[in-house]
């Protein structure tokens, strides 16, 4: 979809089953992280863009095709979808790449894996089923129903739009809700062009995108009044901007937010494992993943020995163009993250952070004029530092010794986070007992990374609320309903007396 001889690709909005511009007629572009050029149009929608797009996923959760849909026929076409972006997976992939700095070797299996969503999700429509109460008033029938919600909106980050996306979008739909996806400024392409597929398989209405910025378009999204739920990815400081937003209005919501979570190496541990874990904890995305393993917690017996490995491991990361099979370090995907990236940095070694390796920006010809900054450790990190309190949100590292378990767990549990952790060791008990005291919605043991669309995953303290995967979490998208039946015919009771 690049545009050829240098002119922009021009994207438009998907609302009511059409492409638009905004109303205001402005853009904006987006950037190619490689090159740190633009290389697309994209429409900068408002309020007015937002209202239009609510009221097609109203109307579309109202009336016409999509309400008619038995459940069956609903994950019937829930499969033709995830049938779709299977065949078109190369094509996103390529997209993602360029408009976010994922490596395509990461993007071109993640496009495929994405479509699971839509698969499980499909198999679980015709399966929300209600039941029948035994009720303890004589002469009454009782039954529970669950209800699709409404509208819901998508606000999704930049650092994995399409998988965020598949995350929300597959249990919402298999729900029977239509949404409204609000696609982070920095990377809205590749949702624009999944809209493509969209298109062609379900209703007009069912799913629209509005692209434009947080404070216009997102705000907007999250405050109109006839969105019934807000299902949100992003920092924890936006997150609870959101928050209040949908508390306005009473809203329901699910936050998936940042992280800082603890890689925890135990002197048991296999060490060549551990390292290799703790590096794509950290390194893999360019550690633009809200489950970096940003914090790792040696203990003090093999601290020395496995830093040594660690960064002689880490040095031989290939860092260029992520569009390369053969690269493993992409660059950061936007301006303002690379400037946050080096300002920690900076902070890091003013807090008296010892730099074992990177700490700047790298060089060579493989390094295109894009923002790449280098995979970087630090030791001699203390906890309360701000480089180990902090979410950096990039390939840095912060390297801090403890003694033993009791300490491990301080540690690791001394942060405001809760988003995920790591635990290296060759004891099994030492491994139970870890993952039951450390604080966080997902702990590996011996592995790190690990997602399914069969697991639940989010966030304890400030890392989120709610989960998403797993079959328990499609009742995020879904209400209750009692529904009451006499059934004996009698007189009615004394109306003035509540029984
Ligand atoms: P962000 O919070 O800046 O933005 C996220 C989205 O919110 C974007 O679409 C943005 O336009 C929108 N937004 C901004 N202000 C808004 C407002 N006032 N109202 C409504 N919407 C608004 O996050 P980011 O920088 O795009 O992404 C990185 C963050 O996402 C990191 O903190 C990371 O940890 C987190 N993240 C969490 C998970 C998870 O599952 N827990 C996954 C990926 C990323």
């Known amino acids: 979809m690049e545009g050829s001889a240098g002119a922009l690709a021009r994207y438009r909005m998907f609302i009511g089953g059409e492409w638009a511009d905004a109303a205001s ?20 929608g408002g309020a007015d863009d937002v209202d239009r797009a ?18 069956t026929a609903r994950g019937h076409m829930m499969r033709r979808l995830a049938d779709a972006i299977v065949e078109n997976a190369d094509h996103l992939a390529e997209i993602e790449v360029r408009d976010n700095g994922k490596l395509i070797a990461e993007m071109s299996a993640q496009c495929k894996y994405m479509a699971q969503w839509y698969y499980y999700y499909a198999g679980l429509c015709d399966k929300i089923e209600g039941s029948v109460i035994p009720i303890d008033k004589p002469g009454h029938f009782n039954y529970t129903l669950w209800e699709p919600l409404g509208v819901c909106a998508c606000i999704v980050p ?9 995350w929300k979008l597959a249990p919402l739909l298999a729900a029977g809700n239509t949404a409204v996806v609000k696609p982070s400024e920095y990377t809205s392409a590749s949702t624009l062009e999944f809209m493509k597929i969209v298109e062609r398989i379900l209703p007009p ?15 907007a999204l999250v405050e109109h ?17 959101v928050y209040a937003g949908a508390a306005r209005h009473l809203k329901r919501v699910t936050m998936e937010l940042g992280g800082k979570s603890p890689n925890i190496v135990f002197d048991d541990a296999h060490m060549d494992n551990a390292v290799k874990g703790v590096i794509s904890g950290i390194f893999a995305a360019t550690g633009q993943t809200c489950i970096a393993g940003s914090r790792l917690l040696v203990q003090d017996t093999i601290h020395d020995a496995f830093v040594e490995k660690l960064v002689a491991l880490a040095r031989t990361a290939r860092i260029g163009n992520p569009a390369s099979f053969e690269t493993q370090v992409g660059p950061v995907t936007n301006t303002m993250q690379y400037e946050k990236v080096l300002g920690y940095m900076s902070v890091a070694v003013e807090e008296g952070a010892e730099t074992a390796l990177g700490g700047g920006v790298p060089e060579g010809p493989e390094i295109g004029d894009g923002w790449f900054v280098e995979p970087t450790i630090f030791t001699g990190v203390r906890n309360d530092m701000r480089i180990a309190q902090e979410e950096v949100f990039g390939p840095v590292l912060s ?64 890392s989120g ?11 995020e998208y879904l209400q209750q309903k009692s529904v009451w039946i006499e059934t004996s015919g009698a007189e009615a009771a004394n109306p003035f007396v509540l029984r």
């Open 25 to 44: 007629g402005r853009t904006f572009e987006s950037f190619n992280p490689y090159t740190a050029r633009p290389w697309a149009e994209v429409p900068e």
């Open 465 to 475: 609320i709610g989960r998403e995967s797993g079959q328990d979490m499609i009742r």
């Open 158 to 166: 930049w650092n994995s739009p399409l998988l965020l996306l598949a």
């Open 54 to 71: 609510v009221e097609a996923a109203d109307a579309a959760f109202r009336t016409g095709d999509w309400p008619a849909l038995t459940a």
């Open 205 to 219: 209405g069912v799913v629209n995108v509005v692209t434009g910025f947080g404070a216009d378009a997102g705000r």
């Open 399 to 462: 390297v801090i010794p403890f003694h033993d378990e009791d300490e491990a767990v301080a540690i690791g549990n001394d942060v405001v986070y809760g988003l995920a952790a790591g635990v290296w060791t060759g004891s099994m008990g030492r491994a139970l007992g870890m993952a039951s005291r450390l604080e966080a919605g997902t702990v590996w043991v011996n592995t790190y990374r690990a997602v399914s669309y069969l697991s639940p995953f989010g966030g304890y303290k400030r």
């Open 225 to 241: 009044p006839r969105v019934a739920k807000v299902a949100f990815t992003g920092s924890d400081a936006t997150g609870a901007a």
